[in-house]
């Protein structure tokens, strides 16, 4: 990993892995592609390996990620979805062109329609976002519980009660920071 960029949070689920390409919204935020090469690298270790990314597609990306989230927040507060977001996404899903391939051993892969095909990748994010939105997959969207952070993400618990969009970094600090209230109180 090159020196000098923040590294990535991966989580299971796709789309919230790339909103998550921004953390501490809330707070001192922390911009994890902060240069075109940076999503190159986020959508190759996401299994969406494209060649190339111009300043324009940085942009691209970054408007559907500002859109998922927006979106993703309104389903997990209730609250009606906001149309521009709704609109980037469904333009994004639609302008894609990835096809679902199937391995010999039964996974499923993502092959783009072109080399430097980040329009093809983020039209896989955006059908990724589309299916936790709709309700169509299996668990609740929820909003992380650090005052700092208040990302949306994606719980598959059993209970449905998970906390924090991520046990290593949210969680953990929210349980230091307890343990010491408890130690110095
Ligand atoms: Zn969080």
Do not use: Y
């Amino acid at each position: 990993m090159p020196a000098g960029f923040p590294d990535f949070r991966l989580g299971s689920v796709l789309a919230t892995s790339f909103t998550a390409t921004l953390t501490e919204r809330c707070g001192d935020a922390v911009e994890r592609i902060p240069t075109p090469q940076r999503l190159v690298d986020w959508l190759a270790v996401s299994g969406l390996a494209v060649e190339s990314c111009t300043g324009e597609q940085l942009e691209l990306a970054r408007e559907l990620r500002e859109s998922i989230h927006a979106a993703a927040t309104a389903a997990a507060t209730q609250a009606a979805l906001p149309a521009p977001a709704v609109r980037v996404i469904n333009d994004r899903s639609a302008q894609g062109r990835a096809a679902a391939v199937l391995t010999p051993e039964g996974e499923r892969r993502w092959r783009l329609g072109s080399a430097s095909g980040v329009e093809d990748a983020l039209g896989v994010i955006a059908a990724d976002a589309i299916g936790i939105i709709s309700g169509e997959r299996d668990g609740k969207l929820a909003l992380c519980a650090s005052p700092t952070c208040r990302a949306a993400f994606f719980d598959t618990s059993q209970s449905r009660t998970r906390r924090w969009c991520d046990m290593n970094t949210c969680g953990n600090r929210q349980k230091k920071a307890r343990f010491h209230a408890k130690n110095v109180g």
